[in-house]
């Protein structure tokens, strides 16, 4: 029996039962004469032969995906640690203290600010060893490693920083209070402490998915020649709790498929998240080892620090490693809470067998016992098998406790995650504990440490950070600057498209294929879909550009022969994510800040079915933003009358709400070609050649329709948010109405004021609204100057100055929720009536839906004529004749209640 299947017999008691011990016996000591004679090669190579065997009877049965519970690494096999262990845990205990005083300190001060003690105090064993050993830092020579660091252990990210001078002790006195400056934020977030932070972190799972395809992106950008990679390495910390978000394990397979090998996890198996055990009935790293094996990733646990060496040699009969396996999390757990004493009453005492392997030992020895992800030995040798492990990333699982060190105030508590201050006591333990040399009065001040600059301490920190090439984690701002070439070069179908049919999706991808043509900009275009490239007209940058895969194309396309053939290649540009949005998106997130990552300004362009953005990885684009992307984020098939038949889940009618509320996310829901190109040309010049962190989100639809050129002069206006489109005068002393619309709906709002001209003698001006959210925002901001500089001539926002000079009705209508147009709605000083599609999307025709929920021409129409009889220019008798003549609905619920 192996011991995977000694531990799920252990664990679940429903293993089969033994016919024949005797014989049982004799092939395990076969086996381990084969071992002890011929080696563990040659018993692998006997197992494996076996195991075919069995197959071929059809005895094969299923192998756990799961090893015993101890070390990867067996005792000969592991990497020497070739620093001064001593030397780091006095360092690190000072880093532990640090990071303590700190969030302690703030919360003496100010109760509320909150913050972690326990997780780094779990962590920080594991973040030394990178940092002293394989963290490479800027100026290595081939570039710095990317470090995605777990956002509550940013304390001891703080600490080391600290110790390093890249901090100073106001500073650190100012955790988590950042809006006076001078502040240190609670998690990693790049917008906050840009020249520091590189990746944040703080919503769990973004790390992981992240972090895959960080590393991806790497391979693909050297393969296509665009940087050289060497061995820059990718490495993750992240929390086992963290792991159950579908996030975190949604990229693995990626990984293991594209053979990451410079990439790696490491996972904090402390046992525990914020409210208890992670898995208190299981063995939450066996069950991840299965997870990952799975998923074929390299698998290396550590679990045992090198005090337990010699227990296992001399457990020739593994009942301590049949014991260890049958134990579940939550036992671990109190086994962590209670001291020595407890764990040999509770835990050795259990089997003689055990206990015997201790009787030498006192309780305070047993209390002294470190799990491996506590033990610098254990650890290192991990770090460098990961490292130097080919052809598949690796997860390093290492076995820890949660408030290590903590005590009683929080050493395997349940309540540890929330700890935030020690009593005098604690403090007092702590000292003791890490043997820290502070004096009372420092406990009680909660002092920060650091030793002199010509300490041993301090030396050998430096003398370690200068080898692996500077500190970390460092942001750089700029990547190079790319020349855009004129639009007319690339967009002149669209800037004179005089009339000729075209959907905005087509004329995305036509500027886009125009573009990727360019010597200098074509190469750094990224462009990336998740399995939809057909629905928006794609097809031909298949062959065009290829689809990107690093194995090339190993088989024939069955369309081989056809111009848009599906061409894989290891220099192919198109990144076909799959159907992954949040795979998809991380992908550009990855490109989107490779200026800042690899010093290289890229220009991805992820097309996507708009629903599936904001709504379904709204977080992800919220950490780009934070991590400061520039990229194009094209929301296709668009609005939630436009896409006809696809029905309630795939009609968008809100993404346009959730990016105007993404303080540098630049959203339009361009009507026109033309308005697009212009658009796209400011944005890439913004964010390409002058590098500002901004990112682009364009709504762009699949319904065809004679497209107009460029008005001359509207440029100005698109990328402040309306331009007049038109007006439609029906006789000198008709009334006035004005119409706004944005997207697909301006076109309904044009011929509603050809009808309101023909059909009602009411004149009209037509503004296209290329943004709500941009003319809202420059709103808001005049509006604030104006507030707080009273007796200084008022400033007018670019929406009043539109507007001015009439006070005649607004009527406005878009594809989207009233919300939209309303954001505008306090800066309009005339009677402003907003239609939308506010409620469930359903299947139909688009002229059925756009009467469905009020937005076709003749609803428009309607609410002109209405707007005009309240504002007193017309009788209310026309409304109810406009009503009748257009059939319109006045019995059943509104379209939002249905
Ligand atoms: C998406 C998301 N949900 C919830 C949280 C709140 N949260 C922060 S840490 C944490 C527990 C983390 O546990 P684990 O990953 O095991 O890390 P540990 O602190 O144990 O090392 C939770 C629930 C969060 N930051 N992000
Ligand atoms: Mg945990």
Redesign the pocket.
């Known amino acids: 029996m192996s011991a995977a299947d000694l531990k799920s017999t252990a664990v679940h008691g429903n293993g089969p039962e033994d016919q024949d011990p005797l014989e049982t016996r004799e092939w395990i000591e076969a086996l381990e004469a084969v071992v002890r004679s011929g080696g563990e090669e040659r018993g692998r190579f006997l197992l494996k032969q076996l195991e075919m065997q069995a197959q071929q009877l059809g005895i094969g049965g299923h192998v756990p995906p799961y090893s015993a519970y101890r070390n990867t690494i067996a005792l000969h096999r592991q990497a020497a640690h070739p620093g001064d262990v001593a030397l780091e845990e006095r360092i690190t205990a000072m880093m532990r203290w640090n990071a303590l005083a700190m969030v302690a300190r703030a919360n003496k001060a100010y109760g509320e600010l909150g913050g972690?003690i326990?997780?780094y105090a779990?962590?920080a064993e594991i973040f030394e060893i990178g940092f002293n050993h394989f963290f490479r830092g800027p100026q290595s020579p081939q570039g710095a490693d990317l470090v995605y660091f777990?956002?509550?252990?940013s304390p001891g990210v703080y600490a080391r920083a600290f110790l390093e001078g890249r901090l100073t002790a106001v500073e650190l006195g100012n955790y988590r209070q950042e809006v006076g400056g001078q502040g240190l934020c609670s998690y990693p977030h790049p917008w906050l402490m840009p020249g520091f932070w590189q990746f944040p972190t703080?919503?769990?799972?973004i790390g992981p998915i992240n972090a895959v395809y960080q590393a991806r992106l790497m391979r693909y950008l050297d393969h296509r020649g665009l940087i050289t990679a060497g061995d820059r390495h990718v490495w993750g910390v992240?929390?086992?709790?963290?792991?159950d978000?579908p996030e975190s394990i949604g990229a693995l397979t990626l990984a293991a498929r594209e053979k990451l090998d410079n990439l790696t996890f490491v996972i904090?198996c402390?046992l525990?998240?914020?409210d208890g055990p992670?898995r208190g009935n299981g063995q939450i790293i066996q069950e991840l080892e299965s997870l990952f094996t799975g998923a074929g990733w390299n698998v290396i646990k550590v679990l045992w620090g090198s005090d337990w060496d010699p227990l296992f040699a001399q457990d020739t009969g593994h009942a301590l490693l049949r014991q260890l396996a049958a134990t579940v999390d939550g036992e671990y757990q109190t086994l962590g809470a209670n001291d020595g004493a407890y764990n040999q009453e509770h835990f050795f005492r259990l089997d003689p067998r055990v206990q015997k392997l201790v009787a030498h030992m006192s309780s305070a020895q047993i209390d002294a016992l470190k799990r491996g992800g506590h033990d610098f030995r254990k650890l290192y040798a991990a770090f460098a098998a990961a490292r130097d492990h080919g052809g598949q990333p690796t997860v390093i699982l290492a076995k820890t406790k949660?408030g290590y060190g903590m005590g009683k105030a929080g050493e395997s508590r349940n309540t540890s995650?929330q700890q935030k201050k020690l009593d005098i006591e604690a403090l007092q333990d702590f000292r003791r504990r890490f043997d820290l040399p502070l004096s009372d009065e420092d406990l009680e001040k909660l002092n920060f440490l650091r030793p002199a600059d010509d300490s041993e301490e301090m030396r050998y920190l430096r003398a370690r950070r200068e080898a692996l090439g500077g500190s970390l984690p460092a942001r750089r701002g700029a990547g190079d600057a790319v020349p855009i070439p004129p639009v007319d070069s690339y967009a002149t179908f669209a800037l004179q498209a005089g009339g000729k049919p075209m959907s905005t999706t087509m004329a995305a991808v036509r500027l886009l294929s125009n573009l990727l043509r360019d010597k200098v900009l074509g190469p750094r275009i990224v462009p990336i879909v998740a399995d939809e490239a057909r629905t928006f007209g794609m097809a031909n940058l298949f062959r065009q550009i290829g689809i990107y895969s690093p194995m090339g194309q190993l088989y024939t396309p069955e369309d081989d022969s056809s111009m848009l053939s599906y061409k894989e290649s290891r220099e192919g540009q198109l990144l076909e994510e799959g159907i992954t949005e949040a795979g998809a998106l991380s992908s550009w997130v990855a490109a989107a800040t490779a200026y800042s990552v690899h010093g290289i300004t890229l220009l991805p362009f992820y097309i996507y079915y708009s629903m599936f953005g904001f709504q379904r990885v709204g977080?992800l684009i919220w950490a780009a933003a934070d991590q400061r992307v520039r990229g194009f984020l094209i929301g296709a098939t668009a609005g939630r009358t436009t896409l006809g038949g696809e029905g309630l889940q795939h009609q968008d009618g809100s993404s346009h709400i959730a990016a105007a509320m993404i303080p540098n996310c630049r959203a339009y829901d361009p009507a026109f070609a033309c308005e697009l190109a212009v658009i796209f040309d400011h944005g890439a010049h913004q964010m390409l050649e002058r590098g500002e962190d901004v990112f682009y989100y364009l709504t762009v639809m699949n319904e065809n329709y004679a497209q107009p050129s460029l008005p001359p002069g509207a440029e100005d206006s698109i990328i402040r948010g309306m331009y007049r489109y038109g007006h439609y005068d029906a006789n000198v002393a008709a009334p006035t109405i004005r119409l706004m619309g944005s997207g697909a709906i301006l076109r309904e709002v044009i011929v509603a004021a050809e009808l309101l001209a023909q059909e009602w003698q009411v004149s009209s001006e037509v503004w296209s609204v290329t943004s709500f959210s941009e003319l809202a925002r420059e709103a808001h901001d005049v509006e604030r100057w104006n507030r707080l500089h009273p007796r200084q001539p008022r400033k007018q926002s670019f929406i009043e100055q539109c507007l001015e000079g009439s006070k005649a009705p607004i009527v406005a209508a878009t594809d989207y929720v009233r919300a939209y147009p309303g954001m505008v709605a306090s800066f309009v000083r005339a009677p402003f009536v907003m239609l939308g599609t506010d409620g469930f999307g359903r299947s139909d025709t688009r002229a059925a839906l756009r009467r469905f929920f009020e937005v076709d021409r003749q609803h428009i129409a309607v609410a002109a004529l209405r707007a005009l009889a309240d504002a007193g220019e017309l009788n209310e008798d026309l409304v109810a004749e406009a009503i009748a003549r257009y059939g319109l609905d006045t019995h059943s619920a509104a379209p939002w209640t249905r």
Do not use: I, T, Y
Request: glycine letters at 14%; aromatic letters at 4%.
């Open positions: 972690h326990a997780s779990s962590a777990q956002p509550h252990s703080g919503s769990m799972g992240f929390g086992d709790g963290e792991m978000e904090n402390n525990q998240r914020l992670v949660k995650h977080d």
